[in-house]
């Protein structure tokens, strides 16, 4: 399987597109106005401490002071006068723990909202792919999600001995660890140590406010995160940033240089492999099997559902033949569609539903398969009578709908709006209402082109007698502005 990442730069926003085997699978986007300052490291000043509240106010070159927690501080670095002890206390006054005037290390977890500043911590921790260090520790832990004893065991084992006994510094193994070899996880060790030697290097140098090290954008966080031994080829739009990623991968990651393109063709870098339209199909429901036949996706905030549908596909043989490869071609679209939308948290797939348990195991071995590809942890159930799988897929962002979409003002995401009589006996009513209420000489209604033609057209008669009933005429304007639903009644 070859494999290539596509990362297209403008100043407003960055997306990288991975494509397998010439078609797109996955889309990440971030945008500038919304990247977060989350997972920076700076050197702050304390500028006021509020023995009240247990926490201070840290200047980090920010228009509002960050927000630091006597719980988020690390206990060695207390003031000299502090007493330290082997033993993990309660946490100490924050007058014990801090001064005004006093310079810390310190890393944003939680972005400015509002009226309130970022907030703080100075347990400092350094994401990669497989690992987290944490260079104030020398523990090494594993994520609760590697269930298996014996896994979990290899991997301990693998970053202890990379670590070595006399080295500073702990390892958090993350989630996607499970599985990896020793040759990776020794990649991340040296990356991690590598980049926090440059942040060691760098903060007597930085004046305190200032930013010493900034998490990657997402064109390098891509060729830290997404660089596997099947990727052929990185090609980036900017000049800028391909030189910005061939001095990242010289220092960090030297193996990868030589798959670094930068692209300068005539075409945008998207329009290769039709990616911009592949993103356009994605914000739909509907997508079609090559086959004729259909998968409808549907995204709520509880889960997502999946229809498999025939659709055009007749078949050659007989009708179960036709089930049958139906459910079989659409087990690689919906693997697809999953990891090109990011869609999490509980799925339903509904089957076309199948006579032979053979047929129904072997689609299930088939979804397994197509699910392999994906980084992404997810685990399948067994196919219900009723033909429905179900499954989960980890979270890791806002699905591809929720970062470019959001809830249509009209039907405010319903996804229907009312019919044109609904909203005429809607009119009706409040009509009704306000001549109970209210003296006036006529009753003017603003509504849309639709509602309005459908009022003085079928229900002209039951404007008639609604206007004999209370015996004031009824005027209509049409405003070409309102949508489907939105009417007004005036009083005149």
Not at 61 to 80: C, E, T, Y
Not at 135 to 155: A, F, M
Not at 166 to 179: H, L, N, Q, S, Y
Not at 358 to 387: F, N, P, W, Y
Request: glycine letters at 6%.
């Amino acid at each position: 399987m070859s494999e290539e990442i596509l990362v297209n730069v403008t100043p407003q926003e960055t997306r990288v597109a991975v494509i397998e085997n010439g078609v797109l699978q996955e889309v990440y986007i971030e945008r500038a106005r919304k990247r977060g300052i989350v997972g920076n490291i700076y050197k702050g000043k304390v500028c006021r401490v509020l023995p009240g509240m247990q926490a201070a106010f840290v200047e980090i070159g920010l228009q509002r002071a960050a927000f630091l927690h006597a719980s988020d501080i690390w206990v060695d670095q207390r003031v000299p006068e502090s007493d330290e002890s082997d033993e993990k206390p309660e946490t100490p006054p924050i007058n014990d723990l801090v001064v005004e005037g006093q310079e810390l290390l310190v890393q944003v977890i939680k972005d400015p909202l509002g009226t309130k500043g970022a907030r703080l911590t100075t347990h400092i921790t350094i994401p990669a792919r497989f690992l987290v260090y944490m260079p104030h520790t020398n523990h090494v832990g594993i994520s609760q999600k590697i269930e298996e004893d014996n896994e979990r065991e290899r991997l301990k084992t693998i970053v202890e001995s990379l670590r070595g006994e006399d080295e500073k510094g702990g390892f958090i193994i993350r989630t996607v660890a499970e599985g990896v070899d020793e040759a990776a996880l020794s990649s991340d060790v040296k990356f991690l140590k590598k980049v926090w030697q440059s942040v060691s290097e760098k903060r007597p140098t930085v004046a305190a406010g200032n930013l010493v090290h900034e998490d990657l954008p997402l064109s390098m966080r891509a060729i830290r995160d997404m660089v596997s031994g099947e990727v052929e080829k990185i090609r980036i739009d900017s000049k800028e940033h391909f030189q910005k990623a061939q001095k990242f991968v010289t220092r960090f990651i030297p193996e990868l240089v030589v798959g670094i393109d930068y692209y300068s063709g005539p075409r945008p870098i998207f329009d290769l492999y039709s990616v911009e339209d592949e993103i356009q199909k994605a914000l739909q429901s509907k997508v079609q099997l090559k086959s004729g036949g259909h998968l409808v996706i549907d995204q709520t905030e509880a889960m997502t559902t999946v229809d498999v549908n025939t659709g055009a596909f007749v078949g050659h043989r007989n009708l179960e033949e036709t089930i049958f490869k139906t459910n079989l071609e659409a087990t690689v679209a919906i693997a697809r569609q999953l990891r090109l939308r990011n869609l999490g948290g509980i799925i339903i797939i509904d089957f076309i539903d199948m006579e032979s348990d053979d047929h129904k195991s072997q689609v299930l071995r088939a979804l397994e398969r197509a699910l392999e590809k994906d980084h992404t942890k997810s685990h399948i159930s067994e196919v219900s009578s009723l033909g429905l799988v179900q499954m989960t897929r980890k979270r890791t962002r806002e699905s591809l709908g929720h970062v470019l979409c959001e809830p249509c003002p009209t039907c405010s995401g319903r996804g229907a709006v009312k019919t044109p009589e609904t909203v005429a006996f809607e009119i009706f009513r409040e009509i009704l209402r306000e001549a109970r209420q209210f003296e006036a000489q006529t009753f003017l209604v603003l509504a849309s082109q639709e509602v309005v033609d459908l009022l003085i057209d079928e229900e002209s008669a039951g404007v008639a007698e609604l206007e004999a009933f209370i015996g004031k005429p009824i005027k209509f304007q049409i405003e070409a502005q309102y949508s489907q639903e939105l009417y007004d009644v005036v009083l005149m």
